[in-house]
């Protein structure tokens, strides 16, 4: 096989619009993929449980962040809250005031444990949804109630069930640790929860939300139950549960966060749940954001508003929790190379090195720092970059200001040159 010129560069425009994110290009497109998916939002329940400091000031700043981020697009519709404390029921207050006033178009729902007496704290409180935990692996059955074992946890949870229905809400049945949880208790008790709340208007047909706890569900299909998450919503899927009705909800532990959310939603699945910047337990929730790059390159849900998280981001770090310096699209680094070869590369077409365009869609710079390895392309673009002006390589200041920077380095330095370090010493040479 002979390689041949081309006149034109292929740069697969279907699949790399310039102005979008990722496209996906299917080969044979999933026929169960649902017609228009969407996420729900946990940063106040799970991000705040998982160590988020939130006053009520900041948390009604952040759920208008939500808002200022989805926009009209519905990418993210819900938001739980939790109602033990006062100022956690002062930020649903909140929230539930500028909602009903058209003000943010995300609905905030409320999280109990799946009691009779929690049941009763949020029958008044204004919400149409709440989210009730209904552990469903023996890790959880066993151990957690007394007696314990599966149908006495399983009473449990449809008593409180019952009084949700009765006080006019929708129950949404959190499967906590699903993805340990045995088929002969999840199969069964959904369909208890099915047909108690068949007696109720559809309005309240109940929510399934399948958790991956401990991050240990897997996005294949050829894996046993109960870790294969495709093969627990086709499960689901067929036991009379809609795909509009079934949520989502991962951890992090095992690194397939992501995947397992595309897994979930490729079989049928509708909403994933998770947090904006991956705020949660542990090694975190699911990112939205991340999630919602890929259902948007899936043409499942319309683009939200990227640039607004950026001041999400700088609320997180005044909080202690900033985002790790190389954390996907938001982290400090997430766009900055060190190498000279990829610095070369952008000067001279910068797509050469972005997945996308990553200033005009999210609102944050391609940025070089320079080390030993950067060459003279890293100060080019640098300068380009914050001046506007374009050097050629000959330039003798610029040649100089680099020698000068290559003596730091041969001299030990270890760390990179960045461009607030850097201005000054730029300014005098274009001066």
């Known amino acids: 096989m002979t390689v041949t010129d081309a006149a034109t560069p292929d740069l697969f425009p279907d ?24 996420t729900t939002e946990t940063t106040h329940r799970d991000g705040q449980q998982g160590g988020l400091p939130l006053t009520t000031e900041t948390g009604l700043r952040l759920y208008d962040l939500m808002g200022e981020f989805t926009a009209g697009t519905g990418a993210i519709r819900q938001a739980e809250f939790f109602v033990y404390r006062s100022a956690d029921r002062a930020m649903l207050q909140g929230a539930l005031e500028r909602w009903q006033g058209g003000h943010n178009p995300v609905e905030p729902t409320t999280w109990i444990r799946a009691s009779r007496r929690d049941a009763d704290l949020v029958a008044g409180l204004g919400v149409r949804e709440t989210g009730m935990l209904a552990s469903a692996s023996d890790y959880h059955t066993f151990h ?22 009765d006080a006019g809400l929708r129950p949404r049945l959190h499967l906590e640790d699903a993805t340990r949880a045995p088929r002969e208790f999840i199969l069964p008790f ?12 559809d309005t309240q047909a109940p929510r399934f939300r399948i958790c991956d706890t401990m991050g240990v569900g ?9 870790r294969s998450v495709p093969g627990m919503v086709r499960e689901l899927i067929g036991a009379g549960v809609p795909g509009e009705l079934l949520e989502f909800h991962p951890h992090n532990d095992t690194h397939l966060i992501v995947a397992n959310c595309l897994a ?14 991956g705020q949660g337990e542990r090694s975190g929730n699911a990112p939205l954001e991340g999630v919602l790059l890929h259902l948007t390159g899936m043409g499942l849900v319309d683009r939200p508003n990227y640039p607004a998280l950026n001041a999400l981001a700088e609320l997180y770090g005044t909080l202690g929790q900033g985002v790790p310096a190389k954390y996907p699209l938001y982290g400090r680094d997430a766009h900055r190379t060190r190498a000279g070869i990829h610095a070369d590369g952008l000067n001279k077409f910068w797509p050469m090195y972005a997945p996308f365009d990553v200033p ?61 370090e850097l201005a000054a010493r730029v300014h005098a040479v274009l001066a």
Not at 149 to 161: E, H, M
Request: glycine content about 8%; some cysteine.
């Open 264 to 277: 979930a939603v490729m079989a049928g699945c509708a909403a994933i749940n998770g947090t904006l910047l």
């Open 144 to 165: 957690k109630f007394t007696p314990g074992g599966r149908a006495q946890a399983a009473r449990t949870y449809l008593d409180a069930v019952h009084a949700v229905l």
């Open 218 to 226: 897997l996005p294949l299909e050829n894996v046993e139950w109960p």
């Open 360 to 420: 005009g869609l999210l609102g944050r710079p391609l940025e070089v720092s320079l080390t030993k390895d950067s060459g003279v392309a890293g100060l080019i673009f640098l300068i380009r970059q914050h001046t506007g002006q374009e050097l050629p390589k000959d330039h003798p200041g610029l040649q100089a200001l680099h020698a000068s920077l290559n003596a730091e380095f041969d001299a030990g330095r270890q760390t990179a040159v960045d461009w607030e």
């Open 15 to 38: 699949a790399f619009p310039p102005q979008d994110f990722p496209r996906y290009r299917w080969t044979t497109p999933p026929a169960t993929l649902p017609p228009r998916a969407w």
């Open 190 to 201: 959904v369909a208890q929860v099915q047909r108690l709340a068949a007696a109720y208007p």
